[in-house]
């Protein structure tokens, strides 16, 4: 029996780095629609939403079935309650692409931001992306390391959230209403992204060495 449940918490960790991997692709190819004003790749993200939805489903049934048959305690029960919110995460990761494709959709054939923002969301989806594929590999890998990578990003998203914010709340600013308004909510998308990311980060810092940070998981 043990050894089953060891092949099924395995299973878990599998399912759990691809629906990272589709996470991470539908943020690149959200970006790219974002920045290029590539109306039939934002069509592609908001499409293939369904398919991380289906397999965060699928897996919080593996876990629930596990917690039932299994009965796991100590630290295979952290492991597999942590799935479920990492699974959870990554599901609001995945919304949050397709939002930042949406705004491109709606926008089309413009571009979503102006000319003056451009750099700042380019830079934005980078690290994005970024982050997306380290949250990857932290999951194969459980790499201790790449959590603080993951986080030292986050903490350059949030700058770059904040000067979006400076911009369009300043004078010299020049948009219309509804430049301020894409500009705010795509701001707070990139940024929501990394943010969740980062909760991931702590959580699967936390099961690889027990040790749990209040000052950073506040952060």
Do not use: C
């Not at 350059?156 to 020049?174: M, N, P, Q, R, Y």
């Amino acid at each position: 029996m043990r050894e089953v449940f060891q092949q099924e918490l395995r299973e878990v960790q599998d399912r759990l780095v691809q629906i990272a991997d589709l996470v991470a692709e539908s943020i690149e190819k959200a970006t790219r629609a974002f920045n290029e004003s590539d109306v039939s790749l934002a069509e592609e993200v908001i499409a293939d939403d369904d398919r991380i939805d289906h397999n965060t489903v699928a897996l919080d049934e593996l876990a629930i079935t596990i917690l039932a048959r299994q009965q796991p305690v100590a630290r295979d029960l952290r492991i597999v309650v942590s799935a479920l919110r990492i699974s959870a995460s990554l599901e609001r990761m995945g919304d949050l692409s397709t939002h930042i494709a949406q705004l491109a959709r709606y926008r089309f054939p413009d571009k979503v931001v102006p000319k003056s923002l451009r750099p700042t969301f380019a830079e934005m989806g980078r690290l994005d992306v970024e982050i997306a594929r380290k949250l990857v590999e932290l999951l194969r890998t459980e790499d201790v390391p790449l959590a603080e990578a993951i986080r030292n990003e986050d903490d350059k998203i949030d700058a770059l959230h904040l000067s979006v914010f400076d911009k369009v709340l300043g004078e010299t600013w020049k948009g219309q209403a509804v430049d301020t308004v894409d500009a705010t909510l795509a701001s707070r998308y990139h940024e929501r992204f990394a943010d969740h990311a980062v909760a991931i980060a702590k959580m699967v810092q936390y099961l690889a060495t027990g040790d749990w940070d209040p000052e950073k998981s506040a952060a």
